[in-house]
């Protein structure tokens, strides 16, 4: 995705998303290793729905391994099983005794009807971390029903409803409040025989919600990445062999993120020696740590390489295709390697910076901080014609939409879009990351008409 590193400057707006509601933790509870017995008179009767599944509380699987992969590379075995897996599992998931530290919520059925080690697959169905969402959702609609003397998982249509409504009163976009509803979904008791997402009355309120509150995202991008790579071929990222470890490594971060459209939970499972890491002459290709799971679980998503470009290599013809250069990914990740190199580095590709400390393993908040730093610092330090102001909100998930827009723009294939983003479908990039980059082309039509009064 050359295409996007030669940008021509354009107007910016401000805006953007929202930020998530703090998530709820979950209490603890034991379940019984009887599991063929049942309680008769405390069966809970469900109908499960065919684009929901019905699961039980987010805590019901143990928590996920903290950030960073330092951990070896050996493909561990499942527990009770005489073969290797072809994907290795984290070990803090893989042990089926962690089920007896699961958290209070419905079954899957409403009784133990399943063994602990199928329970545990069934529960795997959802990421944790979209378990951990729900549950603070579904907290949060506990807590509005308790001061209204409402049992949440029995409640009325119309108190669920008008949830919604105080939720849209608070300022939750459309969006956001379709995934309370989802979440409320996961416990609620059905009503009518229905889920509530496929209630009709649920539906109508949505389609008046969506005409009298239409969901609005920014059509111009937020920042100009024209300035920020100017910057980023000027002191103090150049030059790039002496500059200090701080500013090679967000320019370093940078670069794949604009290059390679990932999401930063895929940059930060990044691993930084052989296979995961080979320069060839033309390319770097990376993959990610072999634990890692992605958003989306599938062979397709799995399995793809991040591949970055070389970008006007050496021997250069002329000065611009020197300074060019500087923009170079397979570049900037040797010196980066080259400089982080020690004996106890863990697998990780990006480190902390801090130079008090030995290399650690960061988080994926860190690593979107230093790209929304690193834009703040090219903002700040421009000057002359490219002096703008610092826009508001910017987030390190505008490099997806950024880099797609732009490659698009470029004349590059969607289809090649969309496999290095990994998107499946060409309609998630035309509906949530294309972005009017070309806006100012707009005003030609007005300007032709106005030339009549020559």
């Not at 998931?93 to 697959?121: C, K, N, R, W, Y």
């Not at 397709?300 to 923009?327: C, D, G, K, M, Y």
């Not at 994926?364 to 490219?386: E, F, H, M, V």
């Not at 969309?418 to 998630?428: F, L, P, V």
């Given at each position: ?104 919520a419905p079954t899957l059925t ?25 549950a603070a959702k579904w907290a ?211 480190l902390s910076i801090r130079p ?99």
């Amino acid at each position: 995705m050359s295409q996007i590193l030669l940008q021509v400057r354009r107007t910016n707006l401000s805006g953007r998303r929202c930020v998530p509601p703090p998530l709820v933790p979950a209490s603890p509870l034991c379940v019984s290793s009887d599991w063929k017995g049942s309680s008769k008179g405390h069966r809970r009767q469900c109908i499960p729905d065919p684009h929901h599944t019905v699961l039980a509380a987010s805590s019901l699987v143990p928590r996920p391994p903290q950030p960073g992969f330092s951990g070896s590379l050996d493909s561990p075995t499942v527990p009770g099983s005489s073969h290797t897996t072809r994907r290795p599992v984290a070990t803090s998931q893989s042990s089926v005794s962690q089920i007896d530290s699961l958290a209070t919520a419905p079954t899957l059925t409403g009784d133990s009807a399943f063994p602990p080690e199928v329970l545990h697959i069934l529960l795997a169905s959802r990421a944790p971390a979209t378990q951990r969402s729900y549950a603070a959702k579904w907290a949060r609609f506990q807590r509005w029903c308790s001061t209204r003397l409402v049992h949440p998982s029995t409640s009325p249509l119309a108190q669920v409803l008008r949830y919604l409504t105080s939720l849209q009163v608070c300022g939750l976009s459309y969006n956001s409040i379709r995934l309370h509803l989802v979440a409320i979904s996961v416990y609620h008791d059905p009503v009518d025989a229905v889920s509530l997402v496929r209630h009709p009355v649920v539906k109508c309120f949505f389609k008046g919600l969506l005409r009298l509150h239409p969901p609005l995202r920014p059509p111009v991008p937020v920042w100009d990445l024209n300035l920020v790579l100017q910057a980023l071929m000027a002191p103090p990222f150049e030059p790039l062999s002496v500059v200090p470890l701080k500013f090679l490594t967000w320019k370093t971060l940078f670069l794949v993120a604009i290059t390679s459209a990932r999401q930063i939970g895929e940059l930060n499972a990044l691993v930084s020696y052989s296979p995961y890491t080979q320069f060839l002459h033309d390319k770097v290709l990376l993959r990610t740590h072999p634990k890692f799971l992605p958003k989306v679980v599938s062979a397709f998503h799995l399995n793809q390489s991040i591949v970055l470009p070389t970008f006007h290599p050496p021997p250069h013809t002329s000065p611009e295709a020197e300074r060019l250069h500087t923009l170079d990914c397979a570049r900037a990740l040797r010196l980066y390697l080259d400089r982080t190199v020690t004996r106890r580095r863990p697998s990780q590709l990006f480190l902390s910076i801090r130079p008090t400390s030995s290399p650690r393993p960061v988080s994926k908040l860190t690593l979107s901080s230093w790209i929304t730093q690193l834009i703040a610092y090219c903002y700040a330090s421009a000057s002359g014609p490219a002096l703008q102001e610092i826009p508001p909100h910017v987030t390190a998930h505008d490099l997806r939409a950024m880099a797609t827009t732009w490659a698009n723009l470029r004349l590059a294939p969607l289809h090649e879009i969309c496999r290095a983003a990994t998107w499946s479908r060409i309609h998630t990039f035309a509906k949530h990351y294309c972005l009017d980059v070309e806006s100012s082309a707009d005003a030609s039509l007005g300007s032709t008409v106005l030339q009549a009064a020559l």
